[in-house]
């Protein structure tokens, strides 16, 4: 009986061991971090790996993730410089990089962070006019990036990238401004219309313009190749007459033939086109002795 009781007591205690031990003894994951108090106080910040704490005077306050994290804040009521009140909703990216702050600088450090961002958008929009707040998101999510990084750096967290996700302005400016960007895109339409019928009738006088100068050539060209063509004829009549006459003087023909052979040229010359013919004076003579010599062998 004494040894059943002495196994069963070395049991309890082999059991009680194994409890403490797996109590105590911790993994720690990467990106996680633990931040462990000591009676009370703040002992040390436990790291990926394998920890062990001392029973009953070590406790594991909290688990902090490392990596970074997103929080989508709902819709915010907002006032803008003139007077304008909108709803905007932005998304925060954000890292924690002191586990240590992160417990004691804050309590609650998600409802803190949300306030924060919250009055940092407000205070961000006053300073903005509708048209700039719907313009200038980049202005905006950099302003509000930098105010938060600042603020949350007690609290050893580290705000990365701030983004504006929707601005939601009253139902009135909506419909005003979609009003607006109708009339100018039928403005636009209107400028590109007119752009293209302007277009259109430069085209149009051009080739009109092409066209009357391509027949201008046209007849100056043929003007040209007649004038031209009538000059060597002209000056192919003239060739062959002055042959015959060169002939004629080779076959001794005496004043008068000559004469004559040149009255015929002038008579081709003319070719029936001139209504006047100047005739020489030698020519003249030459036709008169010949009509006379005719009378005289007649009679």
């Known amino acids: 009986m004494n040894a059943i009781g002495t196994v069963g007591i070395i049991i309890g205690i082999l059991v009680l061991l194994t409890i403490i031990i797996g109590v105590n003894v911790r993994i720690v ?7 462990i108090e000591r009676l009370g106080a703040y002992r040390s910040s436990w790291s990926v790996g394998l920890h062990v704490k001392l029973p009953f005077l070590d406790r594991i306050v909290s688990r902090v993730n490392l990596r970074e994290q997103v929080i989508d804040f709902r819709p915010q009521s907002v006032i803008t410089k003139d007077n304008v009140t909108m709803k905007i909703d932005a998304v925060l990216y954000y890292q ?77 400016i909506q419909e005003a401004m979609e009003k607006q960007m109708r009339a100018e895109r039928e403005r636009r339409e209107s400028i590109l219309r007119a752009e293209g019928q302007k277009t259109s009738a430069i085209l149009v006088a051009e080739g009109n313009k092409q066209s009357r100068i391509l027949e201008a050539s046209a007849e100056k060209e043929s003007a040209i190749l ?3 063509g009538e000059s060597e004829s002209i000056l192919m009549v003239q060739e062959a007459t002055a042959r015959g006459i060169e002939m004629i003087k080779k076959a001794g023909a005496d004043q008068t033939v000559i004469a004559l052979k040149s009255l ?33 062998i007649n009679g």
């Open 226 to 228: 007649k004038a031209q």
């Open 96 to 172: 924690v990089t002191d586990s240590k702050l992160y417990t004691y600088g804050v309590l609650n450090p998600m409802m803190a962070l949300e306030n924060l961002t919250a009055t940092t958008l407000r205070n961000v929009i006053g300073q903005l006019e509708l048209d700039e707040t719907l313009s200038s998101r980049d202005i905006i999510n950099t302003q509000m990036r930098s105010i938060l990084d600042e603020a949350t750096d007690p609290w050893g967290i580290k705000v990365n990238r701030v983004e504006v996700k929707n601005i939601i302005p009253p139902a009135d």
């Open 264 to 296: 015929d040229t002038l008579v081709s010359v003319a070719n029936g086109q001139a209504t006047k013919l100047i005739i020489p004076s030698e020519i003249q003579n030459m036709t008169a002795l010949a009509a006379s010599l005719k009378e005289v």
């Open 29 to 35: 994951s990467q990106s996680m971090e633990f931040v």
